[in-house]
C-alpha cells in the first residue's frame, strides 16, 4: 500500500479527511489531502488543488481553486505554521502549535506496520492518534507533529474531525506550490496576525454583501444579473433578507478542527 524512500527529494501522504462543518449536523464531508514532506520544510493542503495544478500545467490554463480546507505551510522539524486564508483575499497568519503527546503502550496493526496509540488535547478537543515508529517522520496531518514516527490516523473523541493515511509516493523533485497556495490566483499574502482575521471575520459576518451591493449599485449595465445563494436580486430590498440567510449560514458551518478558536458571532 505504501511505497517510501528515505533518499525520496519529496514524501507525499495522502490522507482522507472526514470533517463536520456543523457539529449538530450528522452529516459530514469529506476531501484527500496531500501531506508533502520536502528538504526544508512541510506542506499541507487540499489534493484538489494539485489536480487543477495539473490540468492547468497541461492545457496552459489559469484557474484556481480554493475551498475551506486548511492549507498550512511550516519549516521541517518547526511549530511554527504559517495558516493559508482567503478573507475576499488571502492572508497568511502564523502561529505557534506545539503539541504535548501522551504515549500508550496499545498498539495494533495496519497492512505491514505496528501502531502505536498516543493522545493530546489540542485546539480545545481531545485527540487520539496512531502513529509508527517504523517511518522515522515526527510528521502528520494539518498541525500534528512530534511523535516518534509517522501518524497514520487520528481523529477527535466527538467524531467531527477525522484524517485517514491512504497512500503515499516519492517525488523526484519538491513539488512547486507557488501558484496553488503562496500566491493564490496571482496575489502576495498579506501577513496578518489571528486578532486581525478575527475582526476581519467579524466585519464580513456583519455585513456579508458589502462589496456585493457596491458591485450592484455600481452596474451599468441593464442585462446584468446579480445572484446571491442561488437566489437572484432584483431590487436592494432582497438585501436584508439575504443577509440574515448568510449569517445564518455562517454560524451554522462555524465548528473549525480548534475550536477554541472560533468566533463566537
Known amino acids: 500500500m505504501f511505497s517510501l524512500s528515505i533518499t525520496a527529494q519529496t514524501h507525499r501522504f495522502v490522507y482522507e479527511y472526514h470533517f463536520k462543518t456543523d457539529s449538530t449536523s450528522t452529516e459530514k464531508r469529506n476531501a484527500n489531502m496531500v501531506l508533502d514532506i520536502n528538504p526544508q520544510n512541510v506542506k499541507f493542503y487540499n489534493y484538489e488543488y494539485v489536480k487543477t495544478d495539473s490540468i492547468n500545467k497541461t492545457r496552459g490554463e489559469?484557474?484556481?481553486i480554493w475551498d475551506d480546507t486548511p492549507a498550512v505551510i511550516r519549516k521541517k522539524n518547526s511549530n511554527v505554521n504559517s495558516n493559508y486564508v482567503l478573507v475576499q483575499n488571502i492572508f497568511v497568519v502564523d502561529?505557534?502549535?506545539?503539541?504535548?503527546?501522551?504515549?500508550?503502550?496499545?498498539?495494533?496493526?495496519?497492512?505491514n506496520y505496528t501502531l502505536q496509540k498516543a493522545t493530546t488535547r489540542f485546539g480545545g478537543r481531545n485527540?487520539?492518534?496512531?502513529?509508527?515508529?517504523?517511518?522515522?517522520?515526527?510528521?502528520?496531518?494539518?498541525k500534528f507533529r512530534g511523535l516518534p514516527g509517522?501518524?497514520?490516523?487520528?481523529?477527535?473523541?466527538?467524531?467531527n474531525f477525522r484524517?485517514?493515511?491512504?497512500?503515499?509516493?516519492?517525488?523526484?523533485?519538491?513539488?512547486?506550490?507557488?501558484?496553488?497556495?503562496?500566491?493564490?490566483?496571482?496575489?502576495?499574502?498579506?501577513?496578518?496576525?489571528?486578532?486581525?482575521?478575527?475582526?476581519?471575520?467579524?466585519?464580513?459576518?456583519?455585513?456579508?454583501?458589502?462589496?456585493f451591493k457596491e458591485h450592484y449599485k455600481n452596474n451599468k449595465n441593464p442585462e446584468a444579473r446579480f445572484m446571491v445563494m442561488g437566489i437572484e436580486v432584483k431590487s436592494p430590498e432582497q438585501f436584508k433578507d439575504l443577509s440574515e440567510k448568510l449569517q445564518n449560514n455562517i454560524k451554522k458551518n462555524n465548528n473549525p478542527i480548534e475550536i477554541d478558536k472560533a468566533i463566537k458571532y
Open 127 to 142: 485527540w487520539t492518534a496512531w502513529f509508527t515508529k517504523d517511518i522515522n517522520l515526527n510528521e502528520g496531518p494539518y
Open 163 to 211: 484524517f485517514s493515511l491512504i497512500k503515499s509516493y516519492k517525488l523526484a523533485k519538491t513539488y512547486e506550490t507557488r501558484d496553488i497556495l503562496e500566491h493564490f490566483g496571482g496575489q502576495n499574502p498579506v501577513k496578518i496576525s489571528e486578532t486581525k482575521l478575527k475582526k476581519m471575520m467579524l466585519d464580513s459576518y456583519n455585513d456579508p454583501l458589502h462589496e
Open 95 to 111: 502561529t505557534e502549535d506545539k503539541i504535548n503527546w501522551n504515549l500508550s503502550n496499545e498498539t495494533k496493526i495496519s497492512g
Open 62 to 64: 489559469s484557474s484556481s
Open 150 to 159: 509517522l501518524i497514520f490516523e487520528i481523529y477527535d473523541d466527538k467524531d
